[in-house]
T-cell receptor
Framework: SQKIEQNSEALNIQEGKTATLTCNYTNYSPAYLQWYRQDPGRGPVFLLLIRENEKEKRKERLKVTFDTTLKQSLFHITASQPADSATYLCALEENTGNQFYFGTGTSLTVIP | DAGVIQSPRHEVTEMGQEVTLRCKPISGHNSLFWYRQTMMRGLELLIYFNNNVPIDDSGMPEDRFSAKMPNASFSTLKIQPSEPRDSAVYFC????????????FGPGTRLTVL
Protein backbone atom coordinates (compact mmCIF):
# COMPACT_ATOMS: atom_id res chain seq x y z
CA SER A 1 0.00 0.00 0.00
CA GLN A 2 1.05 3.59 -0.43
CA LYS A 3 2.38 5.37 2.64
CA ILE A 4 4.10 8.59 3.58
CA GLU A 5 5.69 8.35 6.99
CA GLN A 6 7.19 11.13 9.04
CA ASN A 7 8.89 10.99 12.44
CA SER A 8 6.18 9.37 14.52
CA GLU A 9 7.35 10.96 17.76
CA ALA A 10 7.39 14.64 18.51
CA LEU A 11 10.84 16.18 18.24
CA ASN A 12 12.24 18.36 21.04
CA ILE A 13 15.58 20.10 20.53
CA GLN A 14 17.60 22.84 22.19
CA GLU A 15 17.68 26.28 20.67
CA GLY A 16 20.65 26.69 18.36
CA LYS A 17 20.85 23.02 17.39
CA THR A 18 19.93 21.57 14.01
CA ALA A 19 16.56 19.87 13.73
CA THR A 20 16.29 17.01 11.23
CA LEU A 21 12.89 15.74 10.16
CA THR A 22 12.35 12.63 8.06
CA CYS A 23 9.84 11.83 5.35
CA ASN A 24 9.80 8.29 3.95
CA TYR A 25 7.46 7.16 1.22
CA THR A 26 6.43 3.76 -0.09
CA ASN A 27 4.94 2.84 -3.45
CA TYR A 28 4.96 6.35 -4.87
CA SER A 29 6.90 7.77 -7.79
CA PRO A 30 6.97 11.45 -6.90
CA ALA A 31 7.72 14.11 -9.46
CA TYR A 32 8.58 16.40 -6.59
CA LEU A 33 8.22 16.76 -2.86
CA GLN A 34 7.18 19.78 -0.81
CA TRP A 35 7.56 20.73 2.83
CA TYR A 36 4.99 22.79 4.70
CA ARG A 37 4.80 24.30 8.15
CA GLN A 38 1.56 24.27 10.14
CA ASP A 39 0.91 26.25 13.30
CA PRO A 40 -1.97 25.34 15.65
CA GLY A 41 -5.32 26.51 14.34
CA ARG A 42 -3.95 27.53 10.95
CA GLY A 43 -3.54 26.07 7.50
CA PRO A 44 -0.23 24.71 6.22
CA VAL A 45 2.24 27.21 4.77
CA PHE A 46 4.59 26.24 1.94
CA LEU A 47 8.31 26.23 2.72
CA LEU A 48 10.31 24.41 0.06
CA LEU A 49 9.92 22.26 -3.04
CA ILE A 50 12.48 19.77 -4.34
CA ARG A 51 12.20 17.96 -7.65
CA GLU A 52 13.06 14.32 -8.30
CA ASN A 53 16.23 15.26 -10.17
CA GLU A 54 17.48 17.54 -7.39
CA LYS A 55 19.45 16.22 -4.45
CA GLU A 56 19.40 19.29 -2.23
CA LYS A 57 17.64 22.63 -1.89
CA ARG A 58 18.33 25.46 0.55
CA LYS A 59 16.46 28.51 1.74
CA GLU A 60 17.97 30.58 4.51
CA ARG A 61 18.24 28.23 7.54
CA LEU A 62 16.30 25.46 5.81
CA LYS A 63 17.73 22.60 3.79
CA VAL A 64 15.90 19.75 2.09
CA THR A 65 17.41 16.64 0.58
CA PHE A 66 15.71 14.11 -1.67
CA ASP A 67 16.98 10.58 -2.19
CA THR A 68 14.79 8.69 -4.67
CA THR A 69 16.79 5.50 -4.11
CA LEU A 70 16.12 5.51 -0.39
CA LYS A 71 12.65 7.00 -1.03
CA GLN A 72 13.36 9.59 1.60
CA SER A 73 13.49 13.34 2.11
CA LEU A 74 15.23 15.02 5.03
CA PHE A 75 14.30 18.50 6.23
CA HIS A 76 16.89 20.39 8.27
CA ILE A 77 16.51 23.59 10.27
CA THR A 78 19.89 24.94 11.33
CA ALA A 79 20.41 27.29 14.28
CA SER A 80 16.89 26.47 15.42
CA GLN A 81 14.82 29.04 17.30
CA PRO A 82 11.74 28.73 19.53
CA ALA A 83 9.77 30.41 16.72
CA ASP A 84 10.48 27.32 14.57
CA SER A 85 8.22 25.27 16.86
CA ALA A 86 5.39 23.94 14.70
CA THR A 87 4.23 20.85 12.86
CA TYR A 88 6.05 20.16 9.61
CA LEU A 89 4.37 18.26 6.80
CA CYS A 90 5.87 16.69 3.73
CA ALA A 91 3.78 16.27 0.62
CA LEU A 92 4.34 14.72 -2.77
CA GLU A 93 2.73 14.60 -6.17
CA GLU A 94 3.07 11.51 -8.27
CA ASN A 95 4.57 11.88 -11.70
CA THR A 96 1.68 9.90 -13.17
CA GLY A 97 -1.00 12.42 -12.42
CA ASN A 98 -2.17 15.24 -10.25
CA GLN A 99 -2.89 13.41 -7.00
CA PHE A 100 -1.30 15.17 -4.06
CA TYR A 101 -0.54 13.36 -0.78
CA PHE A 102 0.51 14.65 2.63
CA GLY A 103 2.36 12.91 5.44
CA THR A 104 0.91 13.01 8.93
CA GLY A 105 3.44 15.59 10.09
CA THR A 106 6.11 15.91 12.76
CA SER A 107 5.66 18.19 15.75
CA LEU A 108 8.83 20.14 16.52
CA THR A 109 9.45 22.02 19.75
CA VAL A 110 12.56 24.16 20.11
CA ILE A 111 13.41 24.66 23.76
CA PRO A 112 14.97 28.01 24.75
CA ASP B 1 -4.27 39.98 -1.36
CA ALA B 2 -6.42 38.61 1.44
CA GLY B 3 -5.38 35.04 0.82
CA VAL B 4 -7.76 32.10 0.69
CA ILE B 5 -10.93 32.87 2.61
CA GLN B 6 -13.04 30.19 4.24
CA SER B 7 -16.31 30.41 6.07
CA PRO B 8 -17.50 29.66 8.60
CA ARG B 9 -14.41 29.23 10.78
CA HIS B 10 -16.30 27.00 13.18
CA GLU B 11 -19.44 24.97 12.66
CA VAL B 12 -21.27 22.86 15.20
CA THR B 13 -24.23 20.89 13.96
CA GLU B 14 -26.28 17.88 14.81
CA MET B 15 -26.10 14.55 13.06
CA GLY B 16 -28.30 14.44 10.00
CA GLN B 17 -28.12 18.14 9.25
CA GLU B 18 -26.76 19.59 6.02
CA VAL B 19 -23.45 21.44 6.28
CA THR B 20 -22.08 23.82 3.66
CA LEU B 21 -18.51 25.05 3.78
CA ARG B 22 -17.41 27.95 1.61
CA CYS B 23 -14.16 28.99 0.02
CA LYS B 24 -12.93 31.98 -1.94
CA PRO B 25 -9.59 31.24 -3.62
CA ILE B 26 -6.86 33.77 -4.31
CA SER B 27 -7.76 35.86 -7.33
CA GLY B 28 -6.06 34.59 -10.48
CA HIS B 29 -5.50 31.07 -9.16
CA ASN B 30 -6.82 28.39 -11.47
CA SER B 31 -6.70 25.37 -9.16
CA LEU B 32 -8.67 24.81 -5.98
CA PHE B 33 -8.34 21.97 -3.50
CA TRP B 34 -10.47 20.74 -0.61
CA TYR B 35 -8.74 18.83 2.21
CA ARG B 36 -9.86 17.24 5.45
CA GLN B 37 -7.53 16.99 8.45
CA THR B 38 -7.95 14.70 11.45
CA MET B 39 -5.51 13.46 14.06
CA MET B 40 -5.95 9.88 12.90
CA ARG B 41 -5.63 10.33 9.14
CA GLY B 42 -3.73 13.59 8.77
CA LEU B 43 -4.40 15.83 5.78
CA GLU B 44 -6.40 14.12 3.03
CA LEU B 45 -7.18 15.55 -0.39
CA LEU B 46 -10.91 15.27 -1.05
CA ILE B 47 -11.29 16.90 -4.46
CA TYR B 48 -9.63 19.46 -6.67
CA PHE B 49 -10.74 21.71 -9.50
CA ASN B 50 -8.89 23.15 -12.50
CA ASN B 51 -10.51 26.16 -14.10
CA ASN B 52 -13.72 25.44 -12.15
CA VAL B 53 -13.93 21.86 -13.43
CA PRO B 54 -13.65 18.95 -10.96
CA ILE B 55 -10.65 16.89 -11.99
CA ASP B 56 -10.31 14.24 -9.31
CA ASP B 57 -12.85 13.50 -6.62
CA SER B 58 -11.51 10.09 -5.69
CA GLY B 59 -10.80 11.34 -2.18
CA MET B 60 -14.42 12.20 -1.47
CA PRO B 61 -15.41 9.70 1.20
CA GLU B 62 -18.91 8.92 0.01
CA ASP B 63 -21.99 10.27 -1.72
CA ARG B 64 -22.88 12.39 1.27
CA PHE B 65 -20.08 14.73 0.20
CA SER B 66 -20.36 17.00 -2.81
CA ALA B 67 -18.37 19.98 -4.05
CA LYS B 68 -19.07 22.67 -6.58
CA MET B 69 -17.22 25.54 -8.12
CA PRO B 70 -19.75 27.69 -9.99
CA ASN B 71 -17.16 30.35 -10.82
CA ALA B 72 -13.48 31.15 -10.41
CA SER B 73 -13.98 32.93 -7.12
CA PHE B 74 -16.19 30.58 -5.14
CA SER B 75 -16.44 26.94 -4.14
CA THR B 76 -18.60 24.98 -1.72
CA LEU B 77 -18.22 21.64 0.01
CA LYS B 78 -21.49 20.18 1.17
CA ILE B 79 -22.14 17.27 3.52
CA GLN B 80 -25.67 15.93 3.57
CA PRO B 81 -26.54 14.29 5.89
CA SER B 82 -23.69 14.94 8.29
CA GLU B 83 -22.41 12.28 10.70
CA PRO B 84 -20.19 12.51 13.82
CA ARG B 85 -17.31 10.89 11.94
CA ASP B 86 -17.25 13.89 9.60
CA SER B 87 -15.94 16.02 12.47
CA ALA B 88 -12.60 17.43 11.30
CA VAL B 89 -10.93 20.58 10.08
CA TYR B 90 -11.66 21.22 6.42
CA PHE B 91 -9.14 23.26 4.46
CA CYS B 92 -9.46 24.90 1.10
CA UNK B 93 -6.29 25.71 -0.85
CA UNK B 94 -5.61 27.34 -4.20
CA UNK B 95 -2.70 27.52 -6.58
CA UNK B 96 -1.94 29.14 -9.91
CA UNK B 97 -2.26 25.68 -11.45
CA UNK B 98 -1.71 22.10 -10.44
CA UNK B 99 1.71 20.59 -10.67
CA UNK B 100 4.65 22.24 -9.02
CA UNK B 101 2.87 25.39 -7.98
CA UNK B 102 2.66 26.23 -4.31
CA UNK B 103 -0.68 25.65 -2.66
CA UNK B 104 -1.95 28.45 -0.46
CA PHE B 105 -4.19 27.24 2.33
CA GLY B 106 -7.08 28.98 3.99
CA PRO B 107 -7.50 29.08 7.77
CA GLY B 108 -9.80 26.07 7.75
CA THR B 109 -13.29 25.33 9.04
CA ARG B 110 -13.49 23.30 12.22
CA LEU B 111 -16.59 21.12 11.91
CA THR B 112 -18.11 19.34 14.87
CA VAL B 113 -21.05 17.01 14.27
CA LEU B 114 -22.82 16.00 17.47
Amino acid sequence: SQKIEQNSEALNIQEGKTATLTCNYTNYSPAYLQWYRQDPGRGPVFLLLIRENEKEKRKERLKVTFDTTLKQSLFHITASQPADSATYLCALEENTGNQFYFGTGTSLTVIP
Amino acid sequence: DAGVIQSPRHEVTEMGQEVTLRCKPISGHNSLFWYRQTMMRGLELLIYFNNNVPIDDSGMPEDRFSAKMPNASFSTLKIQPSEPRDSAVYFCASSLRTGTDTQYFGPGTRLTVL
